[in-house]
């Protein structure tokens, strides 16, 4: 109760930090819409001192705040399977980032160091610790303990810390320059990432959000053959979903493959990325998990772009929804080998230097039920040393009734079924270190999983949400 009360005044003075800090600008700066961030426009930029550039460092971060509105009524406080801007009517601080950074030069004339960490707190730190081994065993449905590096620092289901980044880089030179990362790090798979600034939707996709890896613990090295074609080939550890969201104390002595490869246009205009994971689960189950993820961009105009992504992914012999009904429970007999698979198409247009709007289509197919089951919050917060599925310090919450109610998650998992989405939204930067990003959201699926009531049952295949959030940039 107290920790929860510490991190309710943090979030409260770190707002009202943001907003005094905002309302500062116009009268600190007379550069203020020009700066490239938040500190420049202050006039206090750590990375201008003479120490900072002389060694290739820089400090930087970001605030992001939302705000969701259901417009389903009925619904338990979470917006369904959707997660990061997860809550009903509840503003969020989603991410409170910063980071620190020593970029390498890559070329093939001298070797370089560097590397970055970053820390995170807020709501979405949830979804990015790295939980080394999920709260059940795969194979075997039985509670495991999960990993030890961010996942239980600090906070509740609401609010907590990750550190998503933690990794040495080193250009070796080697023909045009390797560059290799060695650590923890985000994944290099995929569409749309975790850190906000870097998305054009405020809203995430299902094959982002259950369909993809979020960090990897391990190496892998990227080289660039020419101006249109580069490749990444490693190995990543510290799980038991094959390299996914690894950490490093569990399953060290199973690696899994990562790679790919990228194609550029001679103008730029049109590239063409795959990225893969491969390999054994953990140490006790040489079990195969792996994944695709095929990502074509295309720049119709200057100002008009299409972005179309398809993953697909496996996981051999897993405790499955569908398995749970044909066994008429859990266990051996709830195994089967589960796939999941999407496509996503984005069109952005940018009406000025500082609008834009776009729109997203997707469609994901959890067909063994096995990715997605309730809301994600919930079972990111699963305590593994209970096999009750009681979620870890949210005493009261309502992850605890909708996990363990007679149509919970666990009694009543959510078997396979299709998920569908479309958003509308803008992205308008009003200054170079300020974006607002209103959004609305449809979503649809085959089976009740939205408006889902305190015991877990759901009633509505539709939802529809509207999202704002503001992302300041430091």
Not at 227 to 255: E, I
Request: glycine letters at 14%.
């Amino acid at each position: 109760m107290k920790n929860t009360k510490a991190l309710r005044n943090l979030r409260t003075r770190t707002c009202a930090a943001g907003l005094l800090m905002l309302g500062a600008t116009s009268v600190n700066a007379d550069n203020w819409q020009d700066a490239s961030g938040l500190m420049g426009a202050l006039g206090i930029d750590p990375n201008e001192k003479s120490f900072m550039k002389d060694n290739n460092l820089k400090l930087g971060g970001w605030l992001e705040t939302s705000v969701s509105v259901n417009a389903n009524s009925t619904h338990n406080g979470f917006n369904g399977p959707v997660t990061f801007q997860d809550r009903d009517s509840q503003f969020q601080l989603n991410q409170l980032n910063f980071y620190l950074q020593k970029a390498v030069n890559v070329s093939g004339d001298s070797f370089d160091w560097g590397g970055r960490f970053d820390f995170m707190f807020g709501s979405d730190a949830i979804f990015t610790q790295a939980y080394g081994n999920g709260a059940y065993n795969p194979f075997t449905g039985n509670a495991q303990p999960r990993g030890n590096w961010d996942l239980h620092l600090s906070g509740d289901q609401n609010y907590g810390i990750a550190l998503p980044n933690a990794y040495a880089e080193f250009n070796l030179p080697i023909g045009n320059g390797l560059d290799v990362k060695a650590g923890h790090f985000y994944t290099p798979l995929g569409y749309e990432v975790v850190t906000s600034p870097d998305n054009f939707f405020v809203s995430k996709p299902y094959t982002m959000q259950y369909g993809e890896p979020f960090t990897h613990t391990g190496a892998y090295g990227t080289y660039a053959f020419n101006s249109n074609w580069s490749g990444m080939a490693g190995a990543v550890t510290g799980s038991s979903t094959g390299g996914w969201d690894g950490n490093f104390d569990r399953n060290l002595g199973t690696w899994s493959f990562l790679g790919g490869g990228t194609w550029t246009s001679d103008d730029t205009g049109t590239s063409l990325n795959l990225t893969t994971t491969l390999g054994p689960q953990s140490d006790n189950n040489n079990s195969l998990w792996g994944i695709y993820s095929l990502v074509g961009k295309h720049n119709f105009t200057d100002k008009l772009h299409f972005i179309i992504q398809h993953d697909h992914g496996f996981a051999e012999k897993v405790q499955t929804a569908n398995g749970f009904y044909a066994n008429n429970g859990w266990g051996e007999g709830a195994r089967q080998n589960a796939e999941w698979y999407g496509i996503n198409s984005y069109l952005i247009y940018d009406a000025t230097d500082k609008l834009s709007a776009g729109l997203r289509a997707e469609w994901f197919r959890d067909n063994n039920g096995y990715r997605v089951n309730g809301a994600g919050r919930c079972a990111a917060g699963l305590n593994s040393s209970v096999a009750t599925g009681t979620a870890y310090n949210t005493g009261g919450s309502q992850c605890n009734g909708w996990m363990n109610g007679a149509n919970g998650n666990f009694n009543s998992p959510t078997p396979g079924t299709n998920y569908y989405g479309l958003t509308a939204g803008l992205n308008y930067k009003a200054t170079k270190w300020l974006s607002l990003r209103p959004n609305m959201r449809l979503d649809y699926s085959d089976e009740k999983v939205f408006g889902v009531n305190a015991d877990g049952q759901g009633n509505n295949r539709t939802q529809f949400l509207f999202t704002a959030d503001a992302v300041v940039t430091f």
